[in-house]
Nanobody, 124 residues
Framework: VQLQASGGGLVQAGGSLRLSCAASGRTFSNYHMGWFRQAPGKEREFVAAISRAGTTTHYASSVKGRFTISRDNAKNTVSLQMNSLRQEDTAVYYC??????????????????WGQGTLVTVSS
């Protein structure tokens, strides 16, 4: 699966951004999809994930209630709507695909394919 993330940019605290990730190459609906992020000087961390059919989602506690993950299997896309952004949300955001089980959905090493990342900068 080839993944192409887009939608990053500069936004003020309290604002919103919508990230998108376009997939190609393999059957998109065979994969759970996730978003991870890596802030400068920090390890990559899990943000959100959505199941193959889009019926189940999971969020990191730091973004729950502010971010929403969704997917469109007909268009081979996954999105991350980010609201009420905070300075601590500043990071490079990566979309990723995994064929592994749902129980390990927040573990980055379980993911098989990664997009190139898109930078989100939240200013004060």
């Amino acid at each position: 699966v080839q993944l192409q993330a887009s939608g990053g940019g500069l936004v003020q605290a309290g604002g919103s951004l919508r990230l998108s990730c376009a997939a190609s190459g393999r059957t998109f609906s065979n994969y759970h999809m996730g978003w991870f992020r890596q802030a400068p000087g920090k390890e990559r961390e899990f943000v959100a994930a959505i199941s193959r059919a889009g019926t189940t989602t999971h969020y990191a506690s730091s973004v729950k209630g502010r971010f929403t993950i969704s997917r469109d299997n007909a268009k081979n896309t996954v999105s991350l709507q980010m609201n009420s952004l905070r300075q601590e949300d500043t990071a490079v955001y990566y979309c990723a695909a995994t064929g592994s089980r749902w129980s390990t959905i927040d573990l980055d090493y379980e993911y098989d394919y990664w997009g190139q990342g898109t930078l989100v900068t939240v200013s004060s």
